[in-house]
């Protein structure tokens, strides 16, 4: 497939653990990167490189990517992380999957 | 701090034109690439240009023939000419500054966005 599959919405209680996913066909293969969009704001780089995090982003974001899934986890869920999550990659051409809401309860 | 600041955006007809402009500081501009990234209403985020610091242009099927990218080093900033414009153009435009190289492209920082209406 070569499109970027991720769960419309996902609910986490306050301090839980989130799992954010985006899926395709051996996206092990390729280098994911993870943008966070707050409500009324412009995106924000999170996660790059499957794992690597830019300076100001808290180490409770982390990424992983395997297979034919890559996956975005928020620990210590906070207030703060409720936002729409987008994944993405390079493969010739940019692609982005569609988003991820997260609501925290 | 890289800033990036767009302008331009606003309330246009079927068929019309609009250029947006971003102004780029607090990076190396000339040796960057720069993206523009759309989000409709409610929807997600779609690349749909770029252009790399060669002045090579990149283009989305959605929007080739219809936009223009152009980058001016003097000025740090880049422009896109949007014409032809319908509903399905509507949303923000942000400009982004990618991250990476040989393959492996994100953007780590991006603009606020500037808003597209197409409406008659």
């Known amino acids: 497939s070569n499109e970027l599959t991720q769960a419309l919405s996902m609910s986490v209680a306050l301090g839980q653990t989130a799992t954010i996913t985006c899926g395709t066909d051996?996206?092990?293969?390729?280098?994911v990167h993870w943008y966070q969009q707050r409500a009324g704001q412009a995106p924000v780089l999170v996660i790059y490189?499957?794992?690597s995090r830019p300076s100001g982003i808290p180490d409770r974001f982390a990424g992983s990517n395997s297979g034919n899934t890559a996956t975005l986890t928020i620990t210590r869920v906070e207030a703060g992380d409720e936002a729409d999550y987008y994944c993405?990659?390079?493969?010739?051409?940019?692609?982005f999957g569609g988003g991820t809401k997260l609501t925290v309860l | 701090e890289v800033q990036l600041l767009e302008s331009g955006g606003g309330t246009v007809q079927p068929g019309g034109s609009l250029r947006l402009s971003c102004a780029a500081s607090?990076?190396?501009?000339?040796?960057?690439?720069i993206s523009w990234v759309r989000q409709a209403p409610g929807k997600g985020l779609e690349w749909i240009s770029a252009?790399?610091?060669?002045?090579?242009?990149y283009y989305a099927g959605s929007v080739k023939g219809r936009f223009t990218i152009s980058r001016d080093n003097s000025k740090s900033t880049v422009d896109l000419q949007v014409n032809s414009l319908t509903a399905e153009d509507t949303g923000f435009y942000y400009c982004?500054?990618?991250?990476?190289?040989?393959?492996?492209?994100?953007?780590?920082?991006w603009g606020q966005g500037t808003l597209v209406t197409v409406s008659s």
């Open positions: 982004a500054k990618e991250g990476g190289h040989s393959g492996v492209y994100w953007v780590d920082s």
């Open positions: 607090g990076f190396t501009f000339d040796t960057s690439a």
């Open positions: 252009i790399n610091s060669r002045g090579t242009t």
């Open positions: 051996n996206i092990g293969s390729k280098e």
């Open positions: 490189r499957d794992s």
């Open positions: 993405q990659l390079w493969d010739r051409r940019w692609m």
